[in-house]
């Protein structure tokens, strides 16, 4: 049965709100996600929130009567609260009628099963919580198996990037590490690592590309460092005939994994 | 002579800080772009600001110099101003140490000379300033003519679109338009509208697309509506593997611009 929070001053509304901060995320170990959509798709998947705080209009839909009691059957809590406190904990004037408290997962890279899919994609630095959301939609559209993320890379588990997911988060895997350890652990099995990058002399659509391809994406400003180009299998260019000397990373990252999806599908 | 603005009250510096709202662009046909980068750019393309405000420290730089020159040569005014000042007009703490004011120019569809490329892109009441950049961007990496805005779209001319553009804004053709109106100008000569939908029943690899093609992307909630598809000559569908029903708007804007390019391209 649900209970009811009607006060701002609330310990766990409180507590649900900081979770905007990432220094709280790391320390309570959950993280915030919206929408009856995204909430539906992540138990679809198998991902259960251990709070799930709705409003009374929302409660009306049949898939958050679903939902609610998907998450008391999990031995979490259904919390339904008004409309002004939903907008207090995801920081938005128009709130979604639905927010999920999940419990974050295990993102080491040893965790991550390469011959579960044959592309995955790689991005370093990527410093934009839209173009993380966007090209996990894009792996999750390519069939990818998941997103590894090098180095500083914006927060997944921020309001901002699992937004921008729109539920790929729950669907694709999810990986940090620094760039040795992923070096280390991308040489010891299977895999071809493709840099796109200014400097190449081969043209995108030349090699046919073998499995487990590695799709490796630098940061917005900067692109790849130099020693990380060096690093790659292949280094290949996307064909850009205009004045502009780079695409939006996200971009060019969905133009390579679709050259990729293309060279192995059957039409 | 660069004058020096250093006050705030100045009537100048609210004149264009109210350039970051739509009403004041509109009534003064002015808008704003930031950055040395971006303004050298515009320059190269032939696009020179009324005003140019920079810093001290900005103006050091070659490009500065080369800026000030042109654009006083042209009859428009330099200025040299405060950190604080390009702040409170750019509205960003860390602003840019150059900025330019700009007159808006033509958008009427009657100024798209269409036979100037063979790839037009066509969106549909875009709603995000970072999809319209990202979109114009890849325009012109695949010498698109330019970006035909229809029905309620983003307005191009704001401060966010323009910054997601990098530049892109003044190489390629802009024209807005109602629907119907782009429809009867469409049709008044040669062009094969696609649209990619889930409803297609052709893969987007299938066609070969004929010259010029305008290819048409929806808004990005909603997608085009059912009427605006029946009035595409071809429609087609990028796969998706996964459980997400839609693509990013610029990500599926460019594996279908990408697509076209690569039919015409040697390699």
Redesign the interface.
């Known amino acids: 049965m649900p209970r009811q929070i009607t006060a701002y001053s609330n310990t766990l509304v409180k507590r649900v709100r900081s979770l905007r901060e990432k220094r709280h995320r790391r320390e309570e170990g959950l993280f915030l996600a919206e929408g009856l959509r995204i909430l539906t ?1 992540a138990a ?2 198998g991902f259960l929130p251990e709070y799930v705080f709705f409003t009374r209009d929302g409660a009306d839909h049949p898939l958050t009567k679903k939902l609610v009691f998907a998450v008391e059957g999990a031995g979490g809590e259904a919390i339904e609260t008004e409309r002004d406190i939903l907008s207090k904990l995801s920081g938005k004037d128009n709130p979604q009628t639905v927010l999920g408290v999940y419990r974050e997962w295990d993102t080491s890279l040893s965790a991550v099963d390469r011959s579960a899919s044959n592309i995955w994609i790689v991005a370093q630095s990527l410093r934009d919580p ?1 173009n993380l ?2 090209i996990l ?7 990818a198996g998941g997103l590894i993320l090098v180095d500083d890379c914006v927060d997944p588990f921020s309001v901002e990037a699992v937004r921008a997911t ?3 988060l729950f ?1 694709q895997k999810i990986a940090t590490a620094r760039w040795p350890e992923f070096l280390s652990w991308l040489r010891s099995g299977p895999g071809e690592l493709i840099g796109t990058s200014l400097r190449a002399v081969h ?1 995108y ?2 090699p046919r590309y073998e499995a487990p391809t590695f799709i490796l994406v630098g940061n917005e400003a900067q692109g790849l460092p130099a020693d990380y180009e060096d690093a790659c299998d292949r280094l290949v260019k ?7 000397d ?3 990373a ?2 060019a990252t ?2 390579m994994a ?1 050259e990729v ?2 060279q192995r ?1 059957t ?1």
């Open positions: 798709e679809d998947a839209g959301g966007t939609r894009t792996g999750d559209a390519v069939g729109m539920g790929a669907t043209d659509q030349e996307i064909p850009m005939l205009g004045k502009a780079s695409l939006n996200a971009v969905a133009v679709y999806l293309n599908r039409r």
